[in-house]
C-alpha cells in the first residue's frame, strides 16, 4: 500500500462513529437504493425534459448509459488483467481495524480491489448528469464522492487510490463518449430507432437500468455459479 493510501485508511479506521453511525454507513454501502436508485432516475428526468435541446439531451442520456456499460466492462477486465490488489479489510499486514465484518461477505477475498467499479460507474453516470445539467451535476458528483466512494475506502472495500482510478476512469470514459465526434457515431441512430420502436425500447431501457443498479449482480452471481459445473 502506497503512502496515500496508508495516510486516508490509518485515518478513517482511527474515526470513532458508534455502532449506530457504522450500521447507517454499512447500509448506504450495501443497499442499491444509495447508489442507481438515486442516479438513474435523474437521467430519467433529463430524458423527459421538453425544451430546444431535447434531442441532444436524449443523445447525452444514452451516450451516459453506453459509457456506464463500458465504465463496468473496463473495470472488470483491468482487475482481471492487472496484479490482484487484496482488499484493505482482507490484509492482514495493514494492521487496521474496519468497521466491517470481513467474514460476511467472504467473496470479496476473490475479487481484486483495484480499480473500484462502483466509483468507475458511477462517476461516469455522474459525469453524464454534469454535462446536461451543471448544478444539478454537481450535486450529483458530489453525492457519489460521499455516499459511494467514502464509505468504501471507510469500511475497507477498497484502497483510495482504488477509487481514485475508478473515478478518473469513469469521467474519461463519459467525457469522450459524450464528444459531438464519438456521440454522432451511435446516439442519433439509436435516437432515430427509439422513436421508431418506443414499446421495445421502454422493455429494454427498464431491464438495463435495471441491471445498472444492480451492477449486473444477479447475472454475474449466475455466471459464478454456472462456471462451477463446467
Same mark, same amino acid.
Given at each position: 500500500?502506497?503512502?496515500?493510501?496508508?495516510?486516508?485508511?490509518?485515518?478513517?479506521?482511527?474515526?470513532?462513529? +458508534? *455502532?449506530?453511525?457504522?450500521?447507517?454507513?454499512?447500509?448506504?454501502?450495501?443497499?442499491?437504493?444509495?447508489?442507481?436508485?438515486?442516479? %438513474?432516475?435523474?437521467?430519467?428526468?433529463?430524458?423527459?425534459?421538453?425544451?430546444?435541446?431535447?434531442?441532444?439531451?436524449?443523445?447525452?442520456? %444514452?451516450?451516459?448509459?453506453?459509457?456506464?456499460?463500458?465504465?463496468?466492462?473496463?473495470?472488470?477486465?483491468?482487475? !482481471?488483467?492487472?496484479?490482484?490488489?487484496?482488499?484493505?479489510?482482507? !490484509?492482514?499486514?495493514?494492521?487496521?481495524?474496519?468497521? *466491517?465484518?470481513?467474514?460476511?461477505?467472504?467473496?470479496?477475498?476473490?475479487?481484486?480491489? *483495484?480499480?473500484? !467499479?462502483?466509483?468507475?460507474?458511477?462517476?461516469?453516470?455522474?459525469?453524464?448528469?454534469?454535462?446536461?445539467?451543471r448544478r444539478?451535476?454537481?450535486?450529483?458528483?458530489?453525492?457519489?464522492?460521499?455516499?459511494?466512494?467514502?464509505?468504501?475506502?471507510?469500511?475497507?472495500?477498497?484502497?483510495?487510490?482504488?477509487?481514485?482510478?475508478?473515478?478518473? %476512469?469513469?469521467?474519461?470514459?463519459?467525457?469522450?463518449?459524450?464528444?459531438?465526434?464519438?456521440?454522432?457515431?451511435?446516439?442519433?441512430?439509436?435516437?432515430?430507432?427509439?422513436?421508431?420502436?418506443? +414499446?421495445?425500447?421502454?422493455?429494454?431501457?427498464?431491464?438495463?437500468?435495471?441491471?445498472?443498479?444492480?451492477?449486473?449482480?444477479?447475472?454475474?452471481?449466475?455466471?459464478?455459479?454456472?462456471?462451477?459445473f463446467l
Amino acid at each position: 500500500m502506497n503512502s496515500l493510501d496508508t495516510v486516508i485508511e490509518t485515518l478513517l479506521t482511527n474515526l470513532s462513529f +458508534g *455502532f449506530l453511525l457504522n450500521h447507517a454507513i454499512r447500509a448506504v454501502t450495501d443497499l442499491y437504493t444509495f447508489k442507481g436508485l438515486v442516479l %438513474i432516475p435523474v437521467l430519467w428526468w433529463i430524458w423527459f425534459q421538453p425544451g430546444e435541446r431535447r434531442e441532444w439531451q436524449r443523445e447525452i442520456v %444514452i451516450a451516459t448509459i453506453v459509457s456506464g456499460l463500458l465504465a463496468l466492462a473496463t473495470g472488470r477486465l483491468l482487475a !482481471d488483467l492487472l496484479p490482484f490488489r487484496v482488499r484493505p479489510v482482507y !490484509d492482514p499486514n495493514l494492521n487496521l481495524h474496519f468497521a *466491517f465484518d470481513p467474514q460476511r461477505d467472504a467473496v470479496l477475498t476473490t475479487w481484486s480491489s *483495484f480499480p473500484s !467499479d462502483h466509483a468507475m460507474l458511477w462517476m461516469s453516470v455522474a459525469t453524464g448528469i454534469f454535462i446536461v445539467w451543471r448544478r444539478v451535476g454537481v450535486l450529483a458528483l458530489l453525492y457519489t464522492v460521499i455516499f459511494i466512494c467514502i464509505p468504501r475506502a471507510y469500511l475497507g472495500y477498497h484502497h483510495p487510490t482504488d477509487l481514485l482510478a475508478g473515478a478518473a %476512469i469513469g469521467i474519461a470514459i463519459t467525457y469522450v463518449m459524450t464528444r459531438d465526434s464519438v456521440r454522432a457515431r451511435y446516439a442519433p441512430q439509436s435516437l432515430r430507432w427509439i422513436e421508431r420502436y418506443p +414499446g421495445q425500447f421502454s422493455m429494454l431501457a427498464f431491464v438495463l437500468c435495471l441491471e445498472l443498479v444492480t451492477q449486473f449482480d444477479e447475472l454475474r452471481k449466475l455466471a459464478s455459479s454456472a462456471s462451477k459445473f463446467l
